[in-house]
């Protein structure tokens, strides 16, 4: 099982800031993640697939980076909708995710 | 726009089976570039996949959970369902279905379904 871990668990940041959220895998997924956004009582949107590629309809504030075991997703100017809980998730291997990173309002 | 919905019982009682289906609409089930998807959520916790299925019935189970797990498609409904055998309280949880782009990522997903196992 490739075991995702996400940090921090927890992301206090102020409306108009960037925001950096990490996953790693415990062992190389090359490009093979995706990141989802998930708001209270709502099914999980997914924002990136293939580490970089955003999702049709997904703004350009959110961007995804890295390869084979570290990654990024960053949102560049959050807005108030973007307050929420974003998991990633590897396919290299059976599908996992990560436990999540909660964004909050600093 | 592709969409898809849970329906299935909200109570099972401990050590029976779980059955949830999962239906289609504004798109083929039988398209093939994709799976179709069981993710679970237990209240308050993070994501678990349970398996996936293409349209032919080709299936690949969460290697923890694939003892008690029996996935199936039924094309002529353009739907497809999620059995889960022997449940306990650790199977409550909120079910969604979701499209799998081969054996990929997953969008999009269904509104979700909370399953409570209970006596």
């Known amino acids: 099982e490739i075991v995702m871990t996400q940090s921090p668990a927890t992301l206090s940041v102020s409306p108009g800031e960037r925001a950096t959220l990490s996953c790693r895998a415990s062992q190389s997924v090359s490009s093979n993640l995706a990141w989802y956004q998930q708001k209270p009582g709502q099914a999980p949107r997914l924002l990136i697939y293939g580490a970089s590629t955003r999702a049709t309809g997904i703004p350009a504030r959110f961007s995804g980076s890295g390869s084979g075991t570290e990654f990024t997703l960053t949102i560049s100017s959050l807005q108030s909708e973007d307050f929420a809980v974003y998991y990633c998730q590897q396919y290299n291997n059976w599908p996992t995710f990560g436990p999540g990173t909660k964004v909050d309002i600093k | 726009q592709l969409q898809l919905q849970e329906s299935g019982p909200g109570l099972v009682k401990p050590s029976e089976t779980l059955s949830l289906t999962c239906t289609v609409s504004?798109?083929?089930?039988?398209?093939?570039?994709?799976?179709w998807g069981w993710i679970r959520q237990p209240p308050g916790k993070g994501l678990e996949w349970i398996g996936s299925?293409?349209?032919?019935?080709?299936?690949y189970y969460n290697p923890s959970l694939k003892s008690r797990v029996t996935i199936s498609v039924d094309t002529s409904k353009n739907q497809f369902s999620l059995k889960l055998s022997s449940v306990t309280a650790a199977d409550t949880a909120v079910y969604y279905c979701?499209?799998?782009?081969?054996?990929?990522?997953?969008?999009?997903w269904g509104q979700g379904t909370l399953v409570t196992v209970s006596s």
């Open positions: 979701a499209r799998q782009w081969l054996m990929n990522w997953f969008d999009p």
């Open positions: 504004g798109g083929s089930i039988s398209s093939s570039s994709y799976y």
């Open positions: 299925i293409y349209y032919s019935g080709s299936t």
